[in-house]
C-alpha cells in the first residue's frame, strides 16, 4: 500500500473526472494521500479542504505557494490561518523558494515562507516545501529559516525532490524528510537515483505532484495518484529492495509525519 505525499487532486485538470482518478488510486494500491491547496492561488485552498472532506483516506496541506506569494497580504494570510484550523488539515504547504521561475520577487517569497514557518510551528504542524534554483540559492535559504525559525521543532519534508546528495544530507540533520517524485523515474535524472539509493530509507517519502512530473512513459500527459507506485517501484530497484518494504516504509515515514493514524486492515 502506498501514500502519496504531495499531490493536487483538487485542481482543474481533474474537474471532469475526479471520483474515477481517486477511485483508480485506491484500487491500484494508494491508501492514502496528501491534497496540497497551495499552487493555483490562494482562493485555491478550500477546495482541498472540500476533497478532504469527501474522503477519509484524503488529507488536507493549506498554504501559499512560493509562486503565489505576493498574493500574501494580511486579507489572505488570515484566511489561511482560519483553514488551517479545518479539522482534515495534517500539514502546511505547499510553501518555500521558487527562484527557477521567480513568479513572485525573492524577498516577497522569503517574507511568505518565514511567515508559514512560524505559523506552522505555533500550530505543531508539518511543512511540505517546495524548492528550487539555484542562483540564488533556494535550498540554503531554505535551510537557513528552516533552523532560525523552527527552533529545532519543526517538522516537514522536502517535496519533490532535485537538490543535490550534500544538500539532502544537511537537510536530513535539520530534521527534514526527502520525497522523490516522477522525476526519479526520467531516463535523465539529474543523479537523483544515486541520492535515492545514498539516504536512509526511514527518511524517504514517494509522491505524484498530480496532475504535474508524469513518470516516465507518460511525460507530457496528465499525472494522477495511482502513478505514486511507478515512482515507488524505480526507489525499490534502485535501492536493491523489496517494493513491498518500500511501500511500507515511505507509508509508514509519510503517516508517521503528517500524524494520520494507520488504516484498520480488513
Ligand atoms: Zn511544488
Ligand atoms: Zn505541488
Given at each position: 500500500m502506498w501514500f502519496d505525499s504531495h499531490c493536487h487532486p483538487s485542481a482543474d485538470a481533474f474537474d471532469d473526472d475526479r471520483a474515477s482518478v481517486l477511485e483508480r488510486a485506491f484500487a491500484s494500491g494508494v491508501a492514502g494521500l496528501l491534497a496540497i491547496g497551495a499552487g493555483w492561488g490562494v482562493a485555491h485552498n478550500p477546495r482541498t479542504l472540500a476533497l478532504a472532506e469527501s474522503d477519509p483516506r484524503v488529507f488536507a496541506a493549506v498554504g501559499v505557494h512560493p509562486h503565489d506569494a505576493a498574493e500574501a497580504d494580511a486579507e489572505a494570510r488570515a484566511l489561511v490561518e482560519r483553514w488551517l484550523g479545518h479539522p482534515r488539515v495534517v500539514a502546511l504547504g505547499e510553501c518555500g523558494l521558487d527562484?527557477?521561475?521567480?513568479?513572485?520577487?525573492r524577498e516577497v517569497q522569503r517574507d511568505a515562507l518565514a511567515w508559514q514557518l512560524a505559523l506552522a510551528r505555533e500550530r505543531g504542524l508539518p511543512v511540505s516545501l517546495h524548492v528550487r534554483g539555484e542562483k540564488p540559492d533556494a535550498f540554503a535559504e531554505v535551510l537557513d529559516l528552516w533552523r532560525a525559525l523552527g527552533g529545532g521543532s519543526l517538522e516537514g519534508v522536502l517535496h519533490c525532490y532535485t537538490g543535490t546528495l550534500e544538500f539532502a544530507k544537511r537537510a536530513l540533520d535539520a530534521g527534514l524528510l526527502v520525497s522523490f517524485s516522477g522525476i526519479l523515474t526520467f531516463k535523465r535524472d539529474g543523479g537523483l537515483r544515486e541520492i535515492a539509493r545514498a539516504l536512509?530509507?526511514?527518511?524517504l517519502l514517494v509522491e505524484t505532484d498530480a496532475p504535474l512530473l508524469a513518470p516516465e512513459g507518460f511525460r507530457g500527459r496528465r499525472n494522477e495518484p495511482a502513478r505514486v507506485a511507478d515512482v515507488g517501484r524505480v526507489l525499490a530497484q534502485v535501492r536493491g529492495e523489496p517494493i513491498e518494504e518500500v511501500a511500507a516504509a515511505t507509508s509508514r515515514n509519510a503517516r508517521r509525519l503528517f500524524r494520520i493514524a494507520e488504516p484498520a486492515t480488513a
Amino acid at each position: 500500500m502506498w501514500f502519496d505525499s504531495h499531490c493536487h487532486p483538487s485542481a482543474d485538470a481533474f474537474d471532469d473526472d475526479r471520483a474515477s482518478v481517486l477511485e483508480r488510486a485506491f484500487a491500484s494500491g494508494v491508501a492514502g494521500l496528501l491534497a496540497i491547496g497551495a499552487g493555483w492561488g490562494v482562493a485555491h485552498n478550500p477546495r482541498t479542504l472540500a476533497l478532504a472532506e469527501s474522503d477519509p483516506r484524503v488529507f488536507a496541506a493549506v498554504g501559499v505557494h512560493p509562486h503565489d506569494a505576493a498574493e500574501a497580504d494580511a486579507e489572505a494570510r488570515a484566511l489561511v490561518e482560519r483553514w488551517l484550523g479545518h479539522p482534515r488539515v495534517v500539514a502546511l504547504g505547499e510553501c518555500g523558494l521558487d527562484y527557477h521561475y521567480m513568479r513572485s520577487a525573492r524577498e516577497v517569497q522569503r517574507d511568505a515562507l518565514a511567515w508559514q514557518l512560524a505559523l506552522a510551528r505555533e500550530r505543531g504542524l508539518p511543512v511540505s516545501l517546495h524548492v528550487r534554483g539555484e542562483k540564488p540559492d533556494a535550498f540554503a535559504e531554505v535551510l537557513d529559516l528552516w533552523r532560525a525559525l523552527g527552533g529545532g521543532s519543526l517538522e516537514g519534508v522536502l517535496h519533490c525532490y532535485t537538490g543535490t546528495l550534500e544538500f539532502a544530507k544537511r537537510a536530513l540533520d535539520a530534521g527534514l524528510l526527502v520525497s522523490f517524485s516522477g522525476i526519479l523515474t526520467f531516463k535523465r535524472d539529474g543523479g537523483l537515483r544515486e541520492i535515492a539509493r545514498a539516504l536512509p530509507l526511514d527518511r524517504l517519502l514517494v509522491e505524484t505532484d498530480a496532475p504535474l512530473l508524469a513518470p516516465e512513459g507518460f511525460r507530457g500527459r496528465r499525472n494522477e495518484p495511482a502513478r505514486v507506485a511507478d515512482v515507488g517501484r524505480v526507489l525499490a530497484q534502485v535501492r536493491g529492495e523489496p517494493i513491498e518494504e518500500v511501500a511500507a516504509a515511505t507509508s509508514r515515514n509519510a503517516r508517521r509525519l503528517f500524524r494520520i493514524a494507520e488504516p484498520a486492515t480488513a
